[in-house]
């Protein structure tokens, strides 16, 4: 029974066997830090910009790609990777950084495409078409959208209204990329329709993936400080189950789904703590999803003709 239109799913059906993320750290940075929109980030960023932190470590592109092909390798018995760009804005500067940073990406052992993280407003025509360009099967731009509330965008200090990301998202699929939106739940000030509505307006989107996030707390952030004074409460594990299944049905059942939940590390998070058991809130979802998807099928036996 097919609960929802997942990634593994999808590539195993590309690829005929399984294939492995592998998260890297390009060194990039963001505008919403380094003082070109502001010093402070989003609110709910850390200091690593979501990322592993190997980049700020010293490894470079291949040193990185090397350990974690070596731990999937032998962890997840495939030798087939797709390269993620992940910590901050990797489109961001200038296109030929970007085109250098996809030349050290080509000739990775085992590289079956790539998957590169930004933000809306650090994306052009010459950038998206050099990432449309690689020479792989899958050409993913992961574009963080996170809400198209503009009210909740300036009070997470984004930096970029709604429009920005739909200029994004329409870019993006005109230059031949396939568009996986991130969106997160629960953000200060949002009631559940907030991501619903996002939901809708992905829909109406040229947008091949999406992935959903629950808001969580990390230390030393602007957020850190809305949570310890009690301005901002994190969602339950109860309260994002159910957003996300009403989400998923939502949904267009051609969007991929990447991810259901956040998965942020002990060391960074402060709150909300049912966010370290991503496994329990992946099968809460899936129980939920089970039970929708055998309603849906018994109504479908006992239509007439059927
Ligand atoms: S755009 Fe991304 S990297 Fe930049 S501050 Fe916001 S969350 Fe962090």
Redesign the pocket.
Known sequence: MILWNSLSAHWRRIFGRRVQKIPLDAGST????DGTLSTR??T???AT??GSGLGLAGMDIPAQWDYWRAHFMASAGTDLFVAYLQ???NTYGPAERLARLLQTLAPLPGLAGISVGT?PDCLDERKAALLAAMPCRENWLEL?VQTFNNATLQRIN??HDASASVRAIELAARAGLSVCVHLMAGLPGERPEDMLEAVRIVNDLPVQGIKFHNVYVCRNTPLAGEFLSGSFVPLSRETYVDLVVEALCLLRPDIIVHRVVADPTADELLAPEWTLTKHQTVMAIERRMRAIRKAEEAARQTRPGA
Request: with cysteine; glycine share 22%.
């Open positions: 963001c505008p919403n830090r980030g989003c709910f960023c850390n910009g979501s910590s901050f804005s933000r963080g984004r930096g």
